[in-house]
């Protein structure tokens, strides 16, 4: 991975040196390779263990950024948080439909961490990829940004529209393709067989519902990278740093999912914030690209949309928290709903 993507980002400027890149992938593997250890054995996931393991994958990200500071400077160091920002919110969207998956195949609490493991995993190979390929398009021209805007404003535009509309983000698994292509041609059992995801069953191989939870999973981690990878390549043009933001806020993922499993529902106006955030990073690579054209038009700095983005968010949470115990006054027996989402 690191050799492919030095290559594609040749002649663009990074920070990224041979020995950086060794370094964060050996890391990422280890903590990888930690991680499966930890999920080697099936059990229900504590409060305090996912609360430990959240706030190490959270200290992690700060430690590198102030290395950033202190080796790169406080550009690329405002980049990192930056993006990082970005992509940990767009990843509390990605566990929202985690949660939907695991509910919706009705894996049981104890198998929960392998899946999100396998979901995480399979959203780093896809993130490498979206990352080599942008590199490469970067590199043809700055008619890129204007297409990482588009596609920006595009998403923002749909996922806005939904949000307002009042539909609830739902998974439908017999419209699935991948799901029903799967049970076209291998048969599926009634029942898990802990971690296998593949058995033998009256005389013939049989996939477990295990095996369908996870490529449910890889599909819906396309469908993020997608819009991550551009988000914030519209932050920074340094491959490694993209690489590096993308790694950060997935690594945590299985740990946070646990600590906010009974918060992700009443983050009702959470996609209202994602939407006026991947639309403000679309605006802001359009006006990068046309400010190459027309040198009059102001390009919006990084340090501003790093304070755009945590406003958006803080705005959102307490909008949120807002409603939810407005309604809680109203009907102090009805539980709230992800409206909006």
Known sequence: MPAEARLLAADLETIGTPGMWTISVVVLLL????????????????MREAVGW??????????????????HGSTVSVE??????????L???????????LAAFAVPAALAQRVLLYGIVGALVLRVIFIALGAAVLQSGTWAFLLFGGVLIVTAVKILRDALGGH???????????VRLLRRFMPVTSDYRGFRMVVREGGRRALTPLALAVVAVFATD???AVDSVP???GVTEDPYIVFATNAFALLGLRALYFVLQGVLTKLRHLNHGLSI?????????ILHWAHGIWTWLPEIPTLVSLGVIIGVLATVTATSVYANRRDDRRDPDSVSSPAGR
Not at 31 to 46: A, G, I
Not at 80 to 89: D, I, L, N, P, Q
Not at 91 to 100: A, E, G, I, P, R
Not at 277 to 285: D, R, T, W
């Open 222 to 224: 396309i469908v993020f």
């Open 91 to 101: 990843s509390v969207d990605n566990l929202f439909v985690f949660m939907l998956l």
């Open 54 to 71: 959240s706030v190490f994958y959270l200290v992690l990200p700060l430690v590198f950024g102030v290395y950033l500071w202190v080796d």
């Open 168 to 178: 609830e983000q739902e998974v439908d698994i017999s419209s699935m393709r991948t």
């Open 277 to 285: 955030i991947l639309a403000f990073i679309g605006v802001k690579l």
């Open 31 to 46: 903590l990888l390779v930690l991680d499966s250890l930890l999920t080697r054995r099936p059990h229900e996931v504590r």
């Open 231 to 233: 988000a914030v390549y």
């Open 80 to 89: 990192f948080f930056t993006g990082y920002v970005v992509e940990k919110s």
